[in-house]
């Protein structure tokens, strides 16, 4: 019924740069507090970044501060994740998350190699 699809992973040099985006379908989360995840192989899914229904506040994991931005489109239904400076220890499937319903989408790859 609904649907959270996520595109804009790849590979991507040390150092580079990807902008992560989430479209929702037959639904709108104008409303919630949505979320970016990711799980790089063999660990446990962390958060990397959240941000409020109206996009007044935004929360970040402290590894990714001052580098990646999170951010929404309300109108468009889509949420972004920018990341820059990626290092390899960043490789992982990026998720993204709606708070309130527990949903998430099927992810995108992200590969940072040299």
């Known amino acids: 019924q609904v649907q959270l699809v996520e595109s804009g992973g790849g590979l991507v040099k040390p150092g580079g740069s990807l902008i992560l985006s989430c479209e929702a379908s037959k639904c709108t989360f104008s409303g919630l507090t949505m979320s970016w995840y990711r799980q790089a192989p063999g660990k446990e899914r962390e958060l990397v970044a959240s941000i409020t229904a109206a996009g007044h506040s935004t929360n970040y994991a402290d590894s990714v501060k001052g580098r990646f931005y999170i951010s929404r489109d309300n109108a468009g239904n889509m949420i972004y994740l920018r990341m820059v400076n990626l290092n390899p220890e960043e490789t992982a499937v990026y998720y993204c998350?709606?708070?309130?319903?527990?949903?998430w989408g099927q992810g995108t790859q992200v590969t940072v190699s040299s």
């Open positions: 998350f709606v708070e309130e319903w527990g949903f």
